[in-house]
């Protein structure tokens, strides 16, 4: 005989609270007080009080026109602050976009909610023949799916449908919806790949999922023509930011500030300041690197040209020299970034704690 959770996991009158607003907030219509009773299996004195309660607080609404029950504003409102604080869902728009444009299937982002699964976002296919998923779909996390060696779960969501699924981090999944004719056996590997390719998988198709990134993947990442972000303090005590073209040798970021430039006068001050890079598609890779920025004594302006002639090589396909000529005759700052903190990421798992960037050289000699 199973055994029953005990009142302190389990309050019941909180337990009815959830299946209440759960049941309105899934439902695509406001519901009375009586087909409400029925669908959560309380009784009405009992779930009018609970009501009662949940609209004094703005959780739930009650029409004027005929005292059917709906979400209130402030259950919106704390909807759309958990969505925030749900970092896969910053990311989901874009993936999902991808995936429905290349499949024309439906795709769902499952977040781990106790021990199953809660549908948090859906992105409806463009198939004449798709799936359309009802709101406040849960699920429990292990009847439904079996993980094969390439990293992808699927499984029966119901009659006719099949799903496929790829971790975006240790709480989350992406995953395609549709007809099982379409998405099972080998009909279903072009969805599969799209599934991985999205989700990180590597040439191979071998799952790479979230975690830090390698020596040598940071610096073939950090080679690319990508657009650094420097954030530092300004006079009036506010945070500002910068876009700029950074070259990385493997241990420290150049950066060459263009004449009058209002942020080389802010870090001459205050040299404390951060560096970001990222890319917006996946795997999803980022680069955060905090520390003093410093100007390098640079007499001759070797550094200088040799750095100069790297990011325009780099970024503008230009001929070098002909840059350095149109700016012979401007000042020569050089300012370099040797990170005393760098965290280097891929996927969407947040890292608990920075790496050092002594730690990061020791893994690369």
């Given at each position: 005989?199973?055994?029953?959770?005990?009142?302190?996991?389990?309050?019941?009158?909180?337990?009815?609270?959830v299946?209440?607003?759960?049941?309105?907030?899934?439902?695509?219509?406001?519901?009375?007080?009586?087909?409400?009773?029925?669908?959560?299996?309380?009784?009405?004195?009992?779930?009018?009080?609970?009501?009662?309660?949940?609209?004094n607080?703005?959780?739930?609404?009650?029409?004027?026109?005929?005292?059917?029950?709906?979400?209130?504003?402030?259950?919106?409102?704390?909807?759309?602050?958990?969505?925030?604080?749900?970092?896969?869902?910053?990311a989901?728009?874009?993936?999902?976009?991808?995936?429905?444009?290349?499949?024309?299937?439906?795709?769902?982002?499952?977040?781990?909610?106790?021990?199953?699964?809660?549908?948090?976002?859906?992105?409806?296919?463009?198939?004449?023949?798709?799936?359309?998923?009802?709101?406040?779909?849960?699920?429990?996390?292990?009847?439904?799916?079996?993980?094969?060696?390439?990293?992808?779960?699927?499984?029966?969501?119901?009659?006719?449908?099949?799903?496929?699924?790829?971790?975006?981090?240790?709480?989350?999944?992406?995953?395609?919806?549709?007809?099982?004719?379409?998405?099972?056996?080998?009909?279903?590997?072009?969805?599969?790949?799209?599934?991985?390719?999205?989700?990180?998988g590597?040439?191979?198709?071998?799952?790479?999922?979230?975690?830090?990134?390698?020596?040598?993947?940071?610096?073939?990442?950090?080679?690319?023509?990508?657009?650094?972000?420097?954030?530092?303090?300004s006079?009036?005590?506010?945070?500002?930011?910068?876009?700029?073209?950074?070259?990385?040798?493997?241990?420290?970021?150049?950066?060459?500030?263009?004449?009058?430039?209002?942020?080389?006068?802010?870090?001459?001050?205050?040299p404390?300041?951060?560096l970001?890079?990222?890319?917006?598609?996946?795997?999803?890779?980022?680069?955060?690197?905090?520390?003093?920025?410093?100007?390098?004594?640079?007499?001759?302006?070797?550094?200088?040209?040799?750095?100069?002639?790297?990011?325009?090589?780099?970024?503008?396909?230009?001929?070098?020299?002909?840059?350095?000529?149109?700016?012979?005759g401007?000042?020569?700052?050089?300012?370099?970034?040797?990170?005393?903190?760098?965290?280097?990421?891929?996927?969407?798992?947040?890292?608990?704690?920075?790496?050092?960037?002594?730690?990061?050289?020791?893994?690369?000699?």
């Open positions: 005989m199973a055994q029953q959770p005990s009142y302190r996991e389990r309050v019941p009158a909180v337990a009815r609270a299946r209440a607003l759960e049941h309105l907030a899934s439902s695509q219509q406001p519901l009375s007080l009586s087909a409400l009773s029925k669908a959560i299996e309380v009784g009405p004195s009992s779930l009018l009080a609970i009501l009662t309660t949940l609209r607080m703005g959780l739930v609404s009650r029409s004027p026109r005929d005292g059917h029950y709906l979400p209130g504003p402030r259950l919106v409102a704390l909807g759309t602050a958990a969505a925030q604080r749900l970092e896969p869902l910053h989901f728009d874009l993936l999902a976009s991808e995936l429905v444009e290349l499949l024309g299937e439906t795709v769902l982002l499952w977040i781990q909610q106790g021990d199953g699964l809660a549908m948090a976002a859906v992105r409806e296919g463009t198939q004449p023949l798709r799936y359309v998923p009802t709101l406040g779909l849960r699920l429990p996390a292990t009847d439904w799916a079996s993980s094969s060696s390439d990293g992808i779960a699927e499984g029966q969501l119901e009659p006719g449908v099949w799903l496929l699924a790829a971790p975006l981090d240790e709480h989350a999944l992406l995953a395609i919806v549709g007809p099982d004719v379409r998405l099972t056996g080998p009909a279903g590997e072009p969805a599969r790949a799209a599934l991985r390719s999205v989700t990180g590597d040439a191979n198709g071998a799952w790479a999922g979230a975690g830090p990134i390698e020596p040598r993947e940071l610096d073939a990442f950090l080679t690319q023509a990508l657009v650094a972000s420097l954030s530092y303090l006079d009036d005590g506010y945070p500002a930011s910068v876009p700029l073209w950074y070259d990385w040798d493997g241990r420290a970021f150049w950066l060459v500030p263009s004449p009058a430039a209002e942020w080389a006068e802010h870090v001459r001050r205050n404390r300041v951060s970001s890079v990222s890319e917006s598609t996946p795997p999803l890779r980022r680069v955060l690197a905090r520390g003093p920025i410093l100007a390098v004594d640079d007499p001759d302006a070797s550094q200088w040209r040799s750095v100069e002639g790297r990011l325009a090589a780099r970024y503008a396909r230009l001929d070098p020299s002909r840059l350095l000529e149109g700016r012979s401007q000042a020569r700052t050089l300012l370099r970034l040797a990170p005393e903190q760098l965290i280097a990421w891929r996927g969407l798992l947040r890292p608990q704690q920075p790496a050092s960037i002594s730690a990061r050289t020791e893994q690369s000699a």
